[in-house]
């Protein structure tokens, strides 16, 4: 194909008849098929020019919408980031793919009144095209801290006119974070904090230990565990590596589809090393809730942190 | 080739249409009438009314935007692959053969895992500097005072590409998950950050690749012929190929610093045009940039209409659409081809 032999082109010009033919046909159904798919999508739209008197509220970023439900404020949720994890009943709610991707003109089909996120909540241009369209862009920072999460529950409550809600959770998470801070010092007393590793398991993959910067190194250090990872983020650590550091407890959490029936007892079929380690030979290997990994310092994450410290407490020696 | 000349308007009337859906599509209902008006308006700067601002808002900022830089980049891709392809005299070659998609991916790494903060300018900018200089080395590597030869030039692209590879490799071992996603998503391409910065840039560049390399037409067919033949025509060789391979640097290196990396169009598109108006640069150049441009304005539609409210990279479905079409193509061509 690539010389310029006159045999060629003329075989060439013999053909080119059908060929563009069929090239021009099948761009022009391709775009036939483009657009009657785009046009469907029309059908779901809200008109813009219909100002409801019901907010319609968009969250990006698993912590956000997780207060969002928290503030009961659920029903005025129209559409969510991929991160998200949304109630059995309500999870139909239209999806915008990734909060660091967001589609400026997908969220203006949804005609939002507001469109909450955290700091990731992206690109910078999408949020721009949002601002000039007077819709309410608000950005929370993301949060690990108890100070960061009360201020965000009362910039939300402001937000969503939920004050009397924001009042009721941050009085129950104020007791939470009491209840956090008995039991961390019940286990202060007892000497040493339980070293911790926390291991994020996937099917066929090697697993990846949770350090520090990591959710899970947040609710180690709630439940007042000590993560002995390390490295901050996640990193692949062999068998042999986690032997080595010899952890009191093993937390585990699955990122497969696959429901196993016994988590600890397959993992321990994978990777029997495990056994080994004090926490393997005190039966000290749990399974915490893959929810409380996602969005940082949250109810999900609270809760787990405190069962993970009456655990602790529980245990006799470590 | 008496029936050539309803290929120009076949495929010109395809490259308006594309545009004006791409105008017209979108997850925000507008009709046709109003996107046109939209459009209009934002051209003339009169208010010719009957817009509601939030919908000219729509037109001004994310679709004719993205409508030209899908057009510009598509062109811009289709044509430096016919170039290189003849260059290189090989059916394989694509735009990043001389490694500039390769460094640019590895500079665009290094920005979004080291210097998270830098901001999307800071990755264009690494991206486009990164591509060049990832060019200038594989040029270098392949010059000797003799000349500069192509077998050396392919080969020493590919190893270049493969420390690029190790390079994004090492970086992805590093990277935390949220730059992960980002690294993983950019090398997919996509048309979603069109700004009118990058528009114009995008714009500027398509002229002056399409200019110059029309002119490098004629010099292009020579070179079919063989290097040597086309030295023994009065063609200096070396200067053409260090002209070609600096637009298509720069052209190429604009387009992934605005999109991300979009494969296919460049290696497909001038094969498709060839099957149709065989190798002559002067016909294959243009009508390759015009397809190209209308195949990326389309993939762009597809990117935004398949998953709505959510969006597709668009070089997932450069490859969804146009490769299947190819290798109809292919299979459809082989008897003849052999």
Known sequence: ?318 | MDNRHWLWPCLLTALVITSLMSVSIGPLHISPSVSFSAVINWATQIDIGSVAPHEQLVIDQVRLPRTLLALAVGAVLAQCGAVMQGLFRNPLADPGIIGVSSGAAFGAAICIVLFPQGGEYAVAISAFLAGLVTTLVVYRLASSPSGTSVVLLLLSGVAVAALAGAGIGLLTYMADDMALRDLTLWQLGSIAGAQWHYVILSLIALAVVSWQFNCSAKALNALLLGEAEARHLGLDVDKLKLKLIVLCAIGVGISVAATGIIGFIGLVVPHLVRMMVGPDHKQLLPLSAILGAALLVLADIGARAIVAPSELPVGLVTALIGAPFFIVLLLKQRSKLV
């Open chain 1, 1 to 318: 194909m690539f010389n310029c032999k006159t045999h060629l082109k003329t075989k060439l010009s013999t053909r080119f008849k059908t060929t563009s033919k069929m090239g021009a046909t099948a761009i022009f159904s391709i775009l036939a098929l483009i657009s009657s798919s785009a046009y469907a999508h029309d059908g779901e739209h809200v008109n813009g020019h219909e100002q409801s008197s019901a907010p319609r509220v968009i969250s990006a970023g698993a912590g956000m919408t997780e207060l969002v439900f928290a503030l009961d404020a659920g029903d005025e949720l129209v559409a969510v980031d991929s991160t998200s994890q949304l109630p059995k009943d309500k999870e139909d709610i239209a999806k915008l793919g990734y909060h660091r991707m967001l589609s400026a003109e997908g969220i203006l089909a949804l005609s939002p009144s507001l469109v909450l996120g955290s700091d990731a909540m992206g690109p910078k241009a999408t949020l721009d095209v949002l601002s000039s369209a007077k819709i309410n862009v608000v950005q929370l920072p993301h949060a690990n801290t108890q100070t960061q999460l009360f201020s965000n529950i009362d910039a939300m409550g402001q937000l969503l006119k939920r004050e009397t809600q924001a009042k009721q959770l941050k009085t129950e998470l104020q007791q939470s974070f009491t209840d956090l801070e008995r039991k961390q010092q019940q286990i202060a007393n007892k000497g040493d904090a339980p070293k911790v590793l926390f291991l994020l398991l996937q099917a066929d993959r090697p697993a990846r230990v949770g350090g520090d910067d990591t959710a899970a190194d947040i609710i180690i250090k709630l439940a007042g565990g000590n993560n002995i990872a390390g490295f901050s983020g996640y990193k692949s650590v062999s068998q042999e590596g986690i032997l080595a550091l010899q952890p009191d407890v093993i937390l585990i959490s699955n990122r497969s589809d696959k429901e196993t029936e016994n988590p600890v007892r397959s993992l321990l079929k994978k990777m029997p090393l495990l056994a080994h380690t004090p926490a393997g030979k005190n039966e000290q290997i749990q399974n915490l809730n893959p929810q409380a990994l996602i969005g940082g310092l949250g109810m999900s994450a609270i809760e787990a942190a405190d069962k993970l410290a009456s655990d602790f407490i529980s245990v006799k020696r470590y």
